[in-house]
């Protein structure tokens, strides 16, 4: 209260009143302006007004605070000096540029009105200063059209039809062929635009500014800024700035550009510099796209795709003192922010200026390989250059994408939900055998399914991707294909599958079995079409940056996996370990099957042992490959989990081969299956049920993971760290007996064979009132781990599978923000997770705790697991690196 | 320490060294023998050793503490004192009877050891005494039986062969034909059979009380006992008592005698002295039921059905001073004990002796009478009285019961769950029509289904009871009955039923339709046969007692309920407001269905707002009559909750019949319904998701409400509270949205109407996540309830109609305790709850919290609901007065 409110912050000349930290008060683009005036950078003298006028102005009905008035008049004074001219003297007019900026970038707000300070008087004064009476009245016309729609209220349209009707009586087509003479014309056509439509066109400076200064502030809450902030969850109250430049102008002959560079390539990261620029222009032409521009230099034009003997003008070669003076630029920027730029540029009559400098945006590859670079030069740290790569970014290097032109250029016919990453074109197949049958032809295809079952796994595997029209980012299509790195959309409702005439479609457009068709898995969309893949990227600056991430997270990473294959590549990932293997889907390999289907239906104990006696050997051999590979890391393998029907055979012909197999009756077969039928097969007769009612299944699987490791360690010197999960738990005394079941078999399994084997016994934590007990079951677990898919689904009360009907309705209401099955809902179940820890390792501090549920490859879960002090991650072999990365994002972000 | 430990306590000539209230340290018997020697009532003089000793004896490998011998030849010589014989002396030897006796009675433990002091010597003496040599040697030889078998291990069948063979040597076949010779020689062969199986019968009377002494002590952890203790969860520390008595002889001669009596009458609590007595017999006589008891007085001939003109001998005029002097003791019990008793005596020589008082046995009738008796009576408080009757009891005042004799004398055919309570009897039928149309023909059903479906209301309404073979104690079948008051035994799982031939069978028990069955909803049990009814008893009493219990509760009682005659009964009962209406209940009344499926299978928002208008009506009028049956007390109506797909057509005749009511096309109605299949539908689209998908449902049935109010309010002058809930809440969002939907249609039909009406908006809470969530909820909510149906599902993960497979295995295998749909589970939902109380409170003060689930008319869910600081419980009907006694009970168990 002391001192006086500063509103306005002058730059310019070497100097600048503020600086980028600035940004909430100046916004992005005032705040990068002020640090390059005090760089010594050469840019357009002004000033910017604070967000803080606009909040006054928001909440004062329009008025301004009282100094602003005042600190204005100082500011053109200061820009008056230093550029030698003055604010609406028709002998020297000084112009203006008017551009809001708030903190983030932002669509819908005003952009920019230029040439400001033109009117009848002080145009004269232009044509007499530059000689150049058509530039003079073309910008004069340009002003009164932009001042117009922005300021006044009178739309663009009428002016435009003003131009057609000059052109017409003209008979010419181009804006370049009207003379001096027709844009003089226009000027006054324009201001009688403005009069027709009520309003009347300032021809004094100062009204021309603070009408302009209005339409900024005032656009903060136009219908479309307001739209975009609730969208992207930005508080109303932040306000932009409003920057007040002078003048400078890239059209004013064969010394006069205008242009945009990158400090480095921004698809690549390359460190060499990039840009574009044209001759004798202005920035809205080439946003008009009349000219193409150039290149800056010839390494932008090879990163173009020009070759070296294409025709071209380089900025290089045309005007080398400025591109020079550029390129000086351009380290001193790097050197200064630390970070690539994305900088604008206007050489006025051989004089350069800078209009804007921002961070660049650039592509996942780019983002790894500058962000390893600047550390290499000495520029940043790594966990700077940790904190830069996005984790999302890091799973795109990983997967196929489409080329974006041909993609920019096709318009999907359907979006469904981003189900596993990556990019995948095919023929479209609609049965799984129908896949196996097109691929052994030799023929690319994409499986389309309403939703995918285990028995479609042999179609799955051979496609490039898999399509659905149900089920959501956990349905069983989404969950098998990240398992396989496959690309997948799910849960595209707006296509619709006729399996009979085996066509799919949305609103017009029909695909066949054998037309090509191309999936996004990594933003949803469906394009009838074939689009043009490009190859992931695995480069050595990939590398560095996981060998970086791995230095600072304190989140152990584990994979999902229990095939060798997964395994195989989880741990070229960089995997440390299994945190989920999944018994069951071991179950449905052909020529097991069968046996598992005799297990079920069996009317006796004596006839289950003699169908789990066929299992054990099986599922012997599987522990031991997934235990050699991962020699000595840890191993959670989970026991059967899903409810027994799963496996039931449904076709006549399953059912033959049953009863074959099992000497039990087809009618038989068929009363059993009936009787095994659940209104609620998610919350019936599965997990540790299972155990509880049947303990010899349970009892043959601990068999044989001990088995298997003894074997390895008694034949391949290999030691194995097994941690048996029991899945479902909901009550102390299921994992009590359950956990004696294990204990008796190791026990006997050990006495046998002579072998130690390490295991643990711990929980599946996936049920509301296990989260609830976890000081009882401390008492018999040495581990825990969250399944988060189905402990969303029973805190929720959301069944993955029907959720589709609502949950996309909600999304799109917004009732809910995002996918509780993709990140994990932090109020309700991440709260139950917090209690699970809270009261576990008050029990007993040894406690491991890990979330093996899909949230387990999600950044933004993975950083609430950071934060509740979890010990480890575990997710599908693909989002391994995702999963280091935002790990240790997060230990940096909560250091 | 310093005081020396007394574990001998005596008792006997009117004085005692303990009372009633050291019924830990000297169990139930003894402390209570204590009790009535101080009194001044004639009990054989003797001794207790606590069951601290028993706690020493198990702790210490079978030893005694130092002190004890000491005291217990000081209790001897005290009871030598008292009856003037000496332990062991031939001349004139004291008899003693040994008994344990634990702080609740408990079976398994060695119960009793009489006549012991006896040996060679000694009955000689006895003979001396008596001048009955027959006498002496019987009492002889049964303690060497005894001893032999108890203390020694020798089994009594050795003991019985001897007889047998005795028998058969002199050609008789009655034990009362052996003479004292006999008796005699058995004495020897008993002796002998002790020899044989390597053991020694003790002759010196010490070493037989010690060794007596240490069977009671050891008994205690006897397998039987043990087990008895895991099941009733009684601590294994506790210990047992054992008692030493001086013996008296009620089979001395014709002025002896022994019997038992009741100080009220056991059945109906009428205060009159109620018992039966044998002349010349001991206890063992009755038991063994070779004479037939007699009345003690005519009063209890009449109560056993005895007329007026019965030959009978009873004790008040065969023994007039004895029975007057029993009768004395009677009331100095009562008055002493503030309580009916249960006695035992014996009559020596025209002595009269008090063996045991214990609190009596009592049906729920006569606990009832006699608690509202004893505070008429000035001897009890209200309190008291309360507390005296077991709210499980009052529920079967309300229904019928078996005749407990012609009960006892049936073995059940299958034991399903207690689903509601209530005996039935009735002609089996297997299908809703069926119960009709027999119904129709006046006979009386029980219907017997798989499981029932909202379809069945027709069949189950007009039967007298319903019985199946699947589903839980929440099951639809169970949820309706106990709505009804109608006997239901559910998920009976031994009963097979054949739909096509029309029979059920259990084991070889086959009941075909038509045939006679009997079911007790209140056990479970299921009878083949017809078994005679009694109606229930609904006395003044009763009446009383809940009054009283209005007085002491903290909760408020309501009702759920949704037609007039449920609204009626519990209003009768006491309900103080509804808790839930269901509305979709009233969709299934036929002409209404159609109307419903219409709504749903509506392919547009005008179509399904046709279908809402044509319900509207409807839908006002069931409001009306109930909002005026309450006339002004809250009543809670929820909104439409189950999932569309419950509501669909079947059969081809319903599709056809929607079609016609529709206009839409059999196939298309076909095709819809299969889009509306869910997996789980337990956690599919239902509840608010409705209302979210489709407000104009919502919109529909809140105008109902509120136009139903406000007519009642302008036409009849009735006031109504609604308190409009939404159900399946699980996002703040959800609340938000509807409640706004609620509130427009609410200012819409007041601004039409001009009528006030009084409502609020509130949320069920029955996701975990909503339990999580209240204080974001709290914003939207005037009111939460607890559906613990639901929240038992989501919270344990466990679907109420498949859980049948593991959940009754679950109990056997005592993995769970109770069934977690009939008492609430406090660890896991209970915490849930708890949670939610706390941060709803938290965040508004004001917020009503009750429950509505099933758990609501459980007495241990009330208690905990108590605990919880709840505003109210809600329950069907019948359990109305349940609830009323249990919410009393639990104010004054935690005041």
Redesign the interface.
Known sequence: MGKKALYVYRFGGGKADGNAKLRDLLGGKGANLAEMASLGIPVPPGFTMTTEVCRHYQHNNGSYPEELAAQVDEGLRGIEKQVGRKFGDPRSPLLLSIRSGAASSMPGMMDTILNLGLNDETVEGLIRETGDQRFSFDNYRRFIQMYGDVVLGVHSEHFEEQIRVIKTKRGITLDTELTAEDLQQLVQAFKAVVGEKGATFPQEPREQLWGAIGAVFGSWNGDRAVEYRRIANIPDDLGTACNVQAMVFGNRGEHSATGVAFTRDPATGANCFFGEYLMNAQGEDVVAGIRTPQPINRASAAALGMSATHQMETLEELLPACYTELDQIRHTLEKHYRDMQDVEFTIESGKLWMLQTRAAKRTAAAAVKAAVDFVEEGLISQEEAIQRVKSEQIEQLLHHTFDPNAKQATPPMAKGLAASPGAAVGKVVFTADDAVAWCERGEPVILVRHETSPEDIHGMNVAQGILTACGGVTSHAAVVARGMGKPCVAGCHGIAIDLAKKTAHAGAVTVREGEWLSIDGATGEVFATRLPLQPPVMTAAFQRIMEWADLFRKLGVRTNAETARDVQVALEFGAEGIGLARTEHMFFEPGRIEIVREMILAESLEARKKALAKLLPMQKGDFRKILALMDGRPVTIRLLDPPLHEFLPHTDDEVAEVASVSGIAPHKIREITKALH????????RGC?LG??FPEIYAMQAQAMLEAASELQQEEDIESDLEIEIP?V??V??LR?LRSVVEHVAAEVMKQTGATVKYTVGAML????AC??TD?LAKYADFFSFGTN?LT???????R???G??LN??IE????TRDPFATI?E???G??MGLAVESGKKAKKTLLFGICGEHGGDPQSIDFCHRLGLDYVSCSPYRVPVARLAAAHAALRHR
């Open positions: 659940e209104q609620n097969p998610m919350l019936g007769h049920r509880v009612t479902l909901g009550h005394n299921e007996k996936e049920l509301p009132r609830l007990i009882q189905d689904q029973t805190t929720m009360g959301v069944s599978d029907d959720a009907r609502f309705p909600y209401e917004k009732i809910v809902d109020s309700g179940v709260r139950l």
